[in-house]
């Protein structure tokens, strides 16, 4: 599917990415998928934009933004953007958009705003390894795992189709509580519209993929904004919110091999983080 995004500079020059895969960020930082590190309004990653189809893209603010982003003139957080909604930030304006360009407005990253990228990589790289106690480990080129890696499609022998999707709509309602409850729902939706389809109930299967597609959305998005909001709150040593933010990305990916490279470092950083946390808040106790 291609998805770009068309960025207008505070210095007025005009830029075009792709969006190479289920996501992108946006920021000031190295790091970002989309770096402008001469925008100082921005955060180190101010937005995630991830495409959905002909609908168009979720984008969802970092937490804590200092300049919020405006959609239409109104603050906007998180959400469904149509193609072609134009963002402001500050002086920075931007345009998600699903139309190929032309040979002629196929725009050129100059060589200067390359250096200027590997410079602002290679500070925020210090920054979030620097700090007391053990160093934080680099997520470089580690790709966060799937957390639908792949769903039932055939309905398991002596199961009732009605069964399965009252324990749908059961974990699916304790979602908000436990987001692993929300990951397993989106799996027995998939297996009720199997074995409804089994039955030979062919409208109550499509109700079933209509839920499990509309739950499993959702979950990517949170997914995709929980990291997002981690990796922030790592940039800015925020501990506490870092803590609370690999604590439930873990919970979402505990189906996944321990052995996955992404699933070791995280699990390394979240005790890493925690430890800081403990480490500031009875510091923080001390002084009163």
């Known amino acids: 599917m291609d998805a770009f995004v068309e960025v207008v500079k505070p210095d007025g020059t005009q830029e075009r990415y792709p969006v190479e895969g289920a996501q992108v960020t946006l920021g000031k930082s190295g ?46 957080t998180s959400g469904m953007v149509p193609w072609n909604s134009e963002l402001v930030i500050g002086r920075v304006r931007m345009r998600v958009t699903n139309r190929r360009p032309t040979a002629k407005s196929e725009s050129q990253v100059s060589p200067v705003l390359i250096v200027a990228v590997v410079l602002v990589g290679a500070l925020a790289a210090w920054t979030f390894l620097k700090g007391g106690g053990s160093a934080l480990p680099s997520a470089e080129g580690l790709e966060p795992p799937p957390i639908f890696p792949a769903l039932p499609t055939a309905c398991p022998a002596n199961t009732e189709a009605r069964e399965v999707e009252y324990r749908a709509h059961s974990r699916g309602d304790r979602f908000r509580y436990d987001l692993r409850d929300g990951v397993e729902a989106v799996k027995l939706y998939a297996e009720a519209a199997a074995c409804h389809r089994a039955a030979g109930n062919e409208e109550r299967a499509s109700e079933m993929e209509r839920q499990r597609d509309e739950l499993k959305e959702t979950i990517e998005a949170e997914y995709a904004a929980r990291r997002l909001r981690m990796h922030h709150a790592l940039q800015t040593e925020n501990w506490e919110r870092a803590a609370v933010e690999s604590r439930a990305i873990a919970r979402m990916i505990d189906h996944v091999d321990a052995e996955n490279p992404y699933a070791v470092w995280l699990e390394r950083t979240r005790r890493i983080v925690q430890a800081r946390y403990e480490k500031s808040r009875d510091s923080r106790r001390r002084r009163r």
Not at 47 to 56: D, S, T, W
């Open 31 to 76: 790091t970002a998928g989309i770096s402008i590190p001469t925008a100082n309004e921005l955060e180190l990653e101010h937005l995630l934009i991830a495409p959905r189809g002909k609908e168009g893209c979720w984008v969802s603010t970092t937490q804590g933004a200092l300049t919020p982003t405006l959609l239409k003139g109104k603050p906007f």
